[in-house]
């Protein structure tokens, strides 16, 4: 059994989790087969004091653990298994690479089935998926392998490479919502000789986590009439063991805001799922120009009257002051406008009262 990396999703997995490992493994050993890795970008090293969670389980005798193998590799009378340790992107990998290969050449044998391990993308690979940035160059690979095993990449692939063949097997659990429509499996490599291409069965993992993601357009719904529906609708979906992802879009409507909307209460409504995620992505609405140019010039006119209130009652009385003070502030925008004839007639009909 070949782990291309990420065998577990942290460098110090939680000890239930590696509790699980150790009794899976050693059912492996048991029955004889042999379990080989080389760590992955969540379970390398930390720091090279710490070093990764794959040595105590190779001292252990549970994996071997191909980059502290003698010579990166493992070998027996049929196949050749060259481990590479993993790099932190292309800059790592070009400064560190010669060196690991100085110190661990690959030797794939001429009468064996050779197996190149390796954890990262690959910077030429042309199904390398958009959102991945490549770890190792494509020509940093040694040829004379008749099989890549690639980790890594979370949708499979399968391709010709170098005179060989490139697997990348993806993930066995959804790790992201987004991927959660990937089927979840592994390859089952059947050699028949060195010289022929393998038979490689692609296995779907059908004990894999469900997922289900729903997403909610609420465009213009007042913040609790949203929690309502949100509740409604995660209610309806509450399944027991499932891994639920409520993903709330839409606009909302003027004045509304993002932390408005109770997502601990949304939460709460399930009773049954194993987890559940609420990604609030709803956008708040922008305050149309004319909205803000409308507020100012309400606000000027409140503080104009105010201020020819004061004066005029302080002159004429306060009647006289009030009425003085709203032509005041009537006059205000036509003047700005340029509407003399306006500001003629309000000043005709002040002068009247």
Not at 111 to 124: E, M, P, Q, R
Not at 257 to 271: D, E, F, H, L, M
């Amino acid at each position: 059994m070949i782990l291309s990396g990420d065998v577990f999703d942290s460098p110090r997995p939680p000890n239930t989790t590696l509790a699980t490992a150790v009794r899976v493994l050693r059912r492996l050993k048991e029955a004889g087969i042999p379990v080989l890795t080389v760590e992955g970008s969540h379970d390398m090293e930390p720091n090279v004091i710490t070093g990764t969670v794959l040595l105590p389980l190779h001292n252990a005798g549970l994996i071997t653990y191909l980059p502290r193998s003698e010579g990166g590799s493992w070998r027996n009378e049929e196949c050749y298994v060259y481990g590479l340790r993993n790099f932190r992107g292309l800059k790592e990998a070009d400064e560190s690479l010669p060196k690991y290969y100085e110190e661990k050449p690959p030797k794939p044998h001429p009468s064996l089935f050779n197996i190149f391990v390796f954890h990262g993308a690959l910077d030429s690979v042309p199904t390398l998926q958009s959102n991945i940035q490549p770890d190792i160059r494509a020509d940093q690979i040694p040829q004379g392998f008749q099989y890549y095993a690639g980790g890594h990449l979370h949708k499979p692939v399968y391709c010709n490479f170098k005179g060989g063949v490139l697997a990348y097997p993806g993930c066995l659990e959804t790790t992201a919502y987004d991927e959660a429509e990937t089927e979840k499996g592994f390859f089952h490599v059947k050699v028949k000789s060195r010289e022929t291409t393998p038979e490689v069965e692609r296995v779907k993992n059908e004990t894999a986590r469900p997922f289900t993601v729903l997403e909610k357009d609420l465009s213009d719904t007042p913040s609790d009439k949203i929690t309502e529906e949100a509740c409604s609708l995660l209610a309806e979906n509450d399944r027991e063991g499932e891994v639920l992802i409520l993903i709330l879009k839409g606009q909302l409507p003027i004045g509304g805001k993002r932390s408005q909307i109770n997502i601990p209460k949304i939460t709460a409504t399930s009773k049954k799922a194993l987890h559940v995620k609420v990604l609030n992505q709803l956008v708040e609405a922008a305050k149309p120009e004319a909205l803000l140019k409308f507020r100012e010039a309400r606000e000027l006119k409140t503080v104009a009257y105010n201020y020819f209130l004061e004066v005029f009652s302080k002159r004429s009385g306060e009647d006289a002051g009030r009425k003085l003070a709203k032509t005041a502030v009537d006059i205000l925008e036509p003047l700005l406008s340029g509407e003399e004839t306006k500001v003629e007639a309000l000043l005709e009909e002040a002068v009247e009262r």
